[in-house]
């Protein structure tokens, strides 16, 4: 694990498919550490003992499940985070200690967004670092290809094109400065937007869906 930004440490790679890489990552939060995504890394787990361990892990959508999760949760006591829409078919694999369905905000600092449209029960989380920057976790919502270009999480067959489109003329509304995304193209899932507006990023990827759509 190496830390990405203050308090926030990524995991190594994985790789689910050609071109396309995963991380996971460990944000040190006010009241325990907190994992999002999730990592098949046994070595990583480990690493993260010596971070002090995991008190919540919180799940963007279904296509994190792994039995790692019933690891991590036996390992570290900790709880397991996923939307209601998917929380059925994440038990299949380790119980769900909350399922969520509303936006809301945690006594640990995490702030769940629902955000359908990539699977059913797309989410997105927005924390606070100790520097007073915020970082906005968007799972395979919206992320960025190898060349730097925002698009959007659309698979043919397996997405909802208008309930994505919904869900970011909503994420357009927030304001992050920084971006880490599960699955990525190129070299980071980790993206600074210095001086960059979000709102922009958000127009980019809702013009990939557009165009997909031709």
Request: hydrophobic share 35%; aromatic share 8%.
């Amino acid at each position: 694990m190496r830390e990405v930004q203050p308090g926030l440490w990524e995991t190594e790679p994985e790789f689910p498919a050609p071109g396309l890489s995963t991380h996971a990552y460990l944000w040190q939060g006010p009241d325990g550490n907190v994992l999002f995504y999730n990592t098949s890394l046994e070595g990583e787990l480990d690493r993260m003992a010596e971070l002090g361990g995991v008190s919540r892990q919180y799940l963007s959508h279904q296509d994190e499940i792994a039995p790692s999760l019933r690891t991590i949760r036996e390992r570290y006591g900790a709880t397991l985070h996923s939307s209601a829409a998917e929380a059925a078919i994440v038990e299949k694999t380790s119980p769900v200690d909350e399922a969520f369905d509303e936006r809301r905000t945690g006594t640990d600092g995490v702030e769940v967004i629902p955000a359908p449209g990539h699977t059913p029960g797309s989410a997105v989380f927005l924390v606070r670092s100790t520097t007073g920057s915020t970082y906005l976790f968007t799972g395979d919502t919206i992320l960025v290809d190898a060349e730097g270009r925002w698009f959007a999480g659309y698979i043919p067959g397996h997405s909802d094109r208008e309930t994505l489109v919904r869900t970011l003329a909503e994420l357009r509304e927030l304001a992050p400065d920084v971006v880490i995304s599960s699955a990525f193209q190129g070299d980071s899932g980790v993206t600074e937007l210095g001086d960059r507006p979000w709102a922009e990023c958000v127009d980019e990827a809702l013009r990939s869906l557009d165009a997909a759509r031709t």
